[in-house]
């Protein structure tokens, strides 16, 4: 299982990323998948996750109306539209899956994720 993210780099304030997160090895539409990032010294939070069933949570009050996630299945893909970015979303970004179906369960902590990629970071400058 592999989960390969992309896309990170870095851009000022106020523009505009997309992650990519490229899922092989499992059945993706069996899976929920999510995003998370984690900031230099702080503790990884949980952006948004996609589940197998349909539903989205989000989780950060502070990327609402800024950051979007999307779900492309023919692809396994999953990506993350980054808007009006700001210094404060610097951080390694993360995806996870979490399944098959009901063997997994999207949380803010990530405690249902079973796989995880590498990451890619993203810095933001002023």
């Known amino acids: 299982v592999q989960l390969v993210e992309s896309g990170g780099g870095v851009v000022q304030a106020g523009e505009s990323l997309r992650l990519s997160c490229i899922v092989s090895?499992?059945?993706?539409?069996?899976?929920?998948v999510a995003w998370f990032r984690q900031a230099p010294g702080k503790e990884r939070e949980g952006l948004f996750c996609?589940?197998?069933?349909?539903?989205?949570?989000y989780y950060q009050e502070s990327v609402k109306g800024r950051f979007t996630i999307a779900r492309d299945t023919p692809k396994s893909t999953l990506y993350l539209e980054m808007n009006m970015l700001k210094p404060e979303d610097t951080a390694m970004y993360y995806c996870?899956?979490?399944?098959?179906?009901?063997?997994?369960?999207?949380?803010?902590?990530?405690?249902?994720?079973?796989?995880w990629g590498k990451g890619t970071r993203v810095t933001i400058s002023s």
């Open positions: 090895g499992i059945t993706f539409d069996d899976y929920s």
């Open positions: 996609s589940a197998w069933s349909g539903a989205s949570a």
């Open positions: 996870a899956a979490a399944g098959p179906r009901q063997a997994g369960f999207c949380s803010e902590s990530g405690a249902g994720m079973k796989y």
